[in-house]
């Protein structure tokens, strides 16, 4: 996968043997058409949703092109198929009275306190850091008298391998330090007090002392956040608050890209804010259509 890191090398082979191959693995590739990769396409994306079927997509096109390089194929069916088209929809997020209350609900309840994710949520809530991220959060990489964490990798699973910090975030974006509000501060401070060693100076670890793993520990968050009566949020649900709470206190895109480290402000604007009351100035001219407000009379 060339400069890809092993979780997109793992996500690419996992469309191949799950997707392309059960699907068009017999065929030959003067038999591979337009119309079968579209057919692949669709009925991906209707039985495992539009992320699947964009990876399968790619998976495919870097099959054919290099089939077509190797003049293997005349062209690339891939180009030619219908795109995969989804309407932008800006997704949920908490407001504040319901942040309040799920953190006391979570704060009460003994899953969510021994399984470690009190403490893990108030850090996502606080810096709208991805799951990955928090979790590869080292001591290190902590300055508890300046308040500040500076985000270096993620935490990933590599096939065979197991757990591992891949010291390089998402993007260059991904690479930044983040200010931290008092109480995240106090949080950290009583942690650093409690805290027992790890090879990896990790500040937030499994239960059982070992890296977390994202997918278990999302699966985790699933079950408390159900059990607090909030079934719908996902730990993107806290970066989409983050980005949401800037925006009304009147901060940039640009700071709000920054906080969640996304390289374009398109992103964070389209995906991440939540929509608020437009003052665009068309209420006052609008007024005019009213007649009877003009104090025109006949």
């Given at each position: 996968v060339g400069e890809r890191s092993p979780g997109t090398g793992r996500a690419y082979r996992d469309r191949l043997d799950q997707q392309v191959i059960p699907a068009i693995g017999a065929l030959r590739l003067r038999e591979v058409t337009v119309s079968t990769v579209d057919h692949v396409i669709k009925t991906t994306r209707e039985r495992h949703g539009v992320s699947v079927a964009k990876l399968t997509r790619t998976v495919m096109s870097g099959m054919f092109g290099l089939a077509v390089r190797h003049d293997a194929m005349v062209?690339?069916?891939?180009?030619?198929?219908?795109?995969?088209?989804?309407?932008?929809?800006?997704?949920?997020?908490?407001?504040?009275?319901?942040v309040w209350d799920l953190r006391a609900r979570l704060a009460e309840d003994q899953k969510a306190i021994d399984w470690d994710l009190v403490d893990f949520v108030d850090m996502m809530l606080a810096s709208g850091l991805r799951i990955g991220e928090t979790s590869a959060i080292t001591w290190p990489a902590v300055d508890l008298d300046t308040g500040t964490v500076e985000v270096r990798g993620t935490v990933i699973r590599i096939p065979g391998a197991g757990l591992t910090i891949k010291w390089k975030p998402k993007s260059a974006a991904g690479y930044r330090m983040i200010e931290l509000p008092s109480w995240a501060i106090g949080m950290l401070k009583r942690r650093h007090k409690e805290r027992n060693g790890n090879e990896w100076e990790a500040v937030f670890t499994s239960p059982g002392g070992f890296l977390r793993d994202p997918s278990n520990t999302q699966a985790d968050l699933r079950q408390v956040f159900r059990a607090a009566g909030y079934p719908h949020i996902t730990s993107h649900t806290f970066r989409r608050t983050v980005a949401t709470l800037m925006d009304r206190a009147g901060l940039t895109a640009r700071a709000a890209a920054d906080q969640l480290g996304h390289a374009q402000v398109s992103m964070t604007t389209d995906h991440y804010y939540g929509r608020r009351v437009a003052s665009t100035g068309a209420a006052w001219v609008l007024e005019a259509v009213d007649q009877s407000q003009s104090g025109d009379t006949e």
């Open positions: 062209s690339n069916p891939v180009r030619d198929a219908a795109p995969i088209r989804v309407g932008r929809k800006v997704g949920s997020h908490l407001e504040l009275a319901e």
